[in-house]
C-alpha cells in the first residue's frame, strides 16, 4: 500500500539542541549535566509529557532538585537560562519533507510538553504539519502502542499507509510492531533514502 501520511518525530530529528548545558551549570554552581538530568527524572518529565503538569510546574520542579540536590542558591536563575536556550532546526530535514509534502500528509508526532504551540508558533512551522499529536495533550506518551494508535486516528490511516520517522530506537520499534513502516533516524540522507525505497520522492528537497 502506497504510503498516505508521514508520522515524523520532533526533537532529535527535525530540532536539536545544544550538546551541553555546562557554561550555564558552571555559572550557577552545578555539576556538569546536572540539569538534564534532573529535567528528565522520569517523575518529573513523566508528569509534563503527558499533561498532568504544565511545562511551567515541570521547571519549577526541575529547579528546586537542583536547589535540593547540590545547594545551588540560583538553581532557579540555571533553569530559566536553560529554558530561554532555543533549539535548532534542521533545515536540511524542513527540506526533505518540504519536497514530499505533495505525496504525504505531515504529521508531528512528539512527547513533548504545553510549550509545543508556542515553540511551533515561535519557529514558525505552525502551517508545516497537517496534524500535531503532543503526548501533553493526549495524556499519553511513546513508545506507548496508544499513542500510535491515536496518531494513526489523527491521521485517518491505517498503520499499513503510515510511515514513521523518530530518533528513539524504542519508539521506533514499537511503531514497527504495529504495521508501520518505521526508520531510526540517523542523518538527513538515511531519511531521504528511506523515504524514497517507500516511493515518497525528495525531488524539491536539499
Known sequence: MPPEVLLIDLDGVIRHWQISDEAIESTHGLPSGSIRTAAFLPHLVNPAITGKVTDEVWRDQVAQ????????????????EWTSCPGSFDSEVLAVLGGCARLVRLVLVTNA????????QAAGLSERFHAVVNSSEIGVAKPSPTYFRIALDHAGVSPQAALFVDDTLANVEAASALGIRSHHFSGTSKLRRFLEAEGVSCENAL
Do not use: C, I, M, N
Not at 510538553?113 to 511551533?120: E, I, K, N, P, V
Open 65 to 80: 532538585h537542583l536547589q535540593q540536590e547540590h545547594g545551588s542558591v540560583t538553581a532557579f536563575d540555571a533553569v530559566k
Open 113 to 120: 510538553t504545553s510549550r509545543l504551540t508556542r515553540d511551533l
